[in-house]
């Protein structure tokens, strides 16, 4: 194993997580990272040279729609609602002196 776990990174991470393991629990979890590690590092050896960056496995293109407005200007339907108005805008009590 590559990368060797001490225990008191094991410690640490588990305050991060807000964790309290057992020490079987932290045992199993140093094995589980350095494994991890250990993958992580072979991964490292595949030659890359020819592959082109992407930033997802498939295909993606944007899924927004276009923004289009739909209901228009509905300004004096809304003002029509309010106890006060003025110059096309809602009259509200002051909150502040």
């Known amino acids: ?3 060797i776990i001490s225990d008191e990174t094991i410690e640490y991470v588990g305050i991060l997580a807000k964790l309290e393991l057992s020490g079987e629990e ?4 140093k094995s ?12 490292g050896e595949l030659d890359t040279t020819d592959v082109e960056p992407m930033s997802h496995v498939f295909p993606v293109q944007n899924v927004f729609r276009e923004d289009v407005v739909k209901n228009g200007d509905t300004r004096e339907e809304l003002l029509a609602n309010a106890p006060e108005q003025k110059d096309g805008m809602f009259m509200v009590p002051r909150t502040f002196e």
């Open 1 to 3: 194993m590559a990368n």
């Open 26 to 29: 932290k045992e199993q979890a």
């Open 32 to 43: 589980d990272m350095g494994r991890m590690l250990d993958y992580i590092d072979k991964l």
